[in-house]
């Protein structure tokens, strides 16, 4: 009874040993989220269709800004009031710690007052479902995030200097139609002399 005791007490303590190491060799995953985070605008509007959408533009986000594949994670998603649309700052980490960020908006006020210095056009295709009419017959359904565009500004560094990052300051417009009106002029932070302003709008059809 002692060595069967004894037998069933080495096991569990292996188990217990196994267990731990196991957990400890599961690889970091990009794209954590917090649960304070919402896709959700403050005027009712989502800047993407879900998370996977979201982290799969850090991801891209990441790749261009630091040349690699590196594992992150979302800290925040900080929205701004514009009266013609939304205005959003995302903020990720690298697992070394480095914080990085750029904005997405679908404000036609930011995108006329923010000078950049790299424009891009890029057209995605809208989801495709495919569905069946009322007569039985396969259909094909087009199905996209909600906006028919929005813009995506990135600040980017040749020489990688950090912090290389999107800042926002709110100004009064000067629209006759629409007075006292304000929204955001997005620009890079100065820290870095080759940080560089690109504004990538994103056409959906």
Do not use: W
């Not at 989220?33 to 986000?61: C, F, Q, W």
């Not at 903020?91 to 960020?101: A, K, R």
């Not at 040749?158 to 139609?177: L, M, Y």
């Amino acid at each position: 009874m002692k060595n069967i005791a004894l037998l069933f007490s080495i096991s569990t303590i292996l188990s217990c040993i196994l267990m731990c190491c196991s957990e400890e060799n599961v690889p970091q995953q990009s794209g954590m989220l917090h649960d304070n985070i919402s896709l959700t605008a403050p005027n009712g509007e989502r800047i993407y269709e879900d998370m996977d959408a979201l982290n799969e533009d850090v991801k891209m986000t990441v790749a261009e800004h630091f040349g690699d594949d590196i594992p992150f994670k979302v800290t925040s998603i900080k929205y701004t009031d514009v009266y013609d649309g939304y205005f959003a700052v995302i903020t990720y980490q690298l697992e070394n710690g480095v914080t990085s960020n750029y904005a997405v908006s679908n404000s036609m006020s930011v995108f006329e007052k923010t000078p950049v210095d790299e424009f891009i056009i890029e057209y995605r295709a809208s989801d495709v479902q495919l569905g069946h009419s009322d007569d039985g017959e396969i259909a094909i359904m087009y199905i996209n995030s909600g906006d028919d565009h929005k813009t995506v500004y990135k600040c980017n560094s040749a020489s990688n200097c950090t912090p290389c990052k999107v800042i926002q300051k709110r100004i009064t417009t000067q629209d006759p139609i629409k007075p006292d009106k304000t929204t955001i002029v997005t620009s890079c932070s100065t820290e870095c002399t080759d940080c560089k302003l690109t504004a990538t709008t994103i056409i959906y059809h």
